[in-house]
């Protein structure tokens, strides 16, 4: 999926008055292309990939995934781009704590209806993708950080989508683990073609990126690390 991004601002509305975050943001990222963020505590990282998953609108400005201005068409849509079209990953995996891997993985498809009849197939498919196959039936509970983040980036993936969202995907893993999911999204991004935007603290992680962008006080730049 290709994206992009022109004249975005985002303020919120705080108690004393307005919180920019971002100001006149533009940013192409090209189809299949991985791109990390960086940038300081508070500066708009997780509000640019709200902006771009379809979770949250800017005040200013056009947003194309694809051809499709997300940004002006009705919210019905917006919701079906999120759900067959947009994976997320993020810092606190968010898996569902009563259900169990496999079903995990199986509940993006669940929701968007989608590879009705092979679903429990095509989650076996994505488990294996992260080498995580062997513990399909296991408690979400009793994995490790690393598994659990295999286990929902498997998930992101599950429908095939053309961009991939990841907030701090690292952000609760120690050195092995990093490196392992690191390895991991990139064979993704290389193998499915996932246009992947990646939000880090960490440069080590950062360097996995094709790009790397530095976003503070409301503006983005190319960062050199
Ligand atoms: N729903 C909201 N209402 C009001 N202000 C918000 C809201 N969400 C975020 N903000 C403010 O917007 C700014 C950017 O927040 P954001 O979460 O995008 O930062 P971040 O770069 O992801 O930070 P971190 O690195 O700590 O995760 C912060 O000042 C935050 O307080
Ligand atoms: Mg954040």
Redesign the pocket.
Known sequence: MRIRMKGIYKY???EFGK?R?LENVNLDIADKEFIAIM??????????L?LLGCIDKPNFGEIYLDNTDICTIPENIREEIRLEHIGFIFQNYYLIPTLSVLENVMLPMQLANSFVGKQEERAMKMLELVGMEAKWNSDTAKLSGGQRQRVSTARALVNNPGLLLA??PTGNLDSKSTREVMDMLKIVNRQQGVTTVM?T?DSKVAAYADKVYY?DEGRISTANI
Request: net charge negative.
């Open positions: 919120w509305e705080g919180i975050v940038g300081p505590s508070g500066t708009g990282k997780s509000t640019f709200h907030d701090e939000v603290h976003l």
